[in-house]
């Protein structure tokens, strides 16, 4: 049971290329996250996936997409990557949507650095 | 909105001392509140959670939180610290009842534990 699971573990991007932070989560959980985490400002949530086939926009959804391809996986993508968007990405699921005390489950986080 | 405040960046405190780590917070009606720790390198990992009923509550690694509502606080204590004990360490919030499924994070706590 590997919990939630992040690829890449690190990654160095140019201003204006693509690529897709890839999560997934082997505990049957309905609802998944993506949050980012940048230093004095803890996490805050890009997008999140209610159930399979939902998805909806966080606090800080520009410039980013997701896809939540499977009730397992949730990606994020990057059309076009600027220096803001340097930061930790972190995936977490849940078990219940709509519960509002569930707690969430955190992967590794992928640290991505824009030049 | 809701919001979290953890108006302490570091607390340094010897080991075997007591330890508190301070939230408070700011949503519309009862909140849902959670404790989370964040190792160097890693993904966050669940502590404790208030849901209801009593106001200090257990969890893991002998770490307790204290709900008061009539000073919007749950702050983060344990009686005797342990050096493994430092880490980072975040507070977050969710309303009871609404359509925001998002937990707000405070900005995080770096604690440190002397020997």
């Known amino acids: 049971n590997a919990g939630v699971t992040q690829t890449p573990k690190f990654q160095v991007l140019k201003t204006g290329q693509s690529m897709t932070l890839q999560c997934a989560q082997d505990?049957?959980?309905?609802?998944m996250y993506w949050y980012r985490q940048d230093p004095g400002m803890g996490l805050r949530l890009i997008y999140y996936?209610?159930?399979?086939?939902?998805?909806d926009k966080g606090e800080v959804p520009n410039g980013y997409n997701v896809s939540r391809l499977n009730k397992r996986e949730f990606s994020l993508r990057l059309e076009s990557a600027a220096p803001s968007q340097t930061s930790v990405y972190f995936c977490?699921?849940?078990?219940?949507?709509?519960?509002?005390?569930?707690?969430?489950?955190f992967g590794p986080g992928t640290r991505l650095l824009v030049l | 909105a809701q919001s979290v405040a953890q108006p302490e960046d570091q607390v340094n405190v010897a080991e075997g001392n007591p330890l508190t780590v301070k939230c408070t917070y700011s949503?519309?009606?009862?909140?849902?509140l959670f404790w989370y720790v964040q190792y160097p390198n890693r993904g966050l990992q669940f502590l404790l959670k208030?849901?209801?009923?009593?106001?200090l509550v257990k969890g893991s690694y002998g770490f307790e939180a204290e709900f008061n509502k009539s000073q919007t606080s749950f702050h983060l204590k344990k009686p005797s610290a342990l050096v493994s004990d430092s880490a980072l360490y975040f507070c977050?919030?969710?309303?009871?009842?609404?359509?925001?499924?998002?937990?707000?994070f405070g900005s995080g706590t770096q604690l440190t534990v002397l020997p």
């Open positions: 977050a919030v969710r309303p009871v009842w609404g359509s925001a499924r998002q937990l707000t």
């Open positions: 505990m049957n959980h309905n609802s």
């Open positions: 996936s209610a159930s399979e086939g939902t998805t």
């Open positions: 208030y849901i209801t009923g009593d106001n």
């Open positions: 949503v519309s009606g009862n909140p849902y």
């Open positions: 977490a699921s849940s078990e219940a949507a709509g519960a509002y005390q569930e707690t969430q489950y």
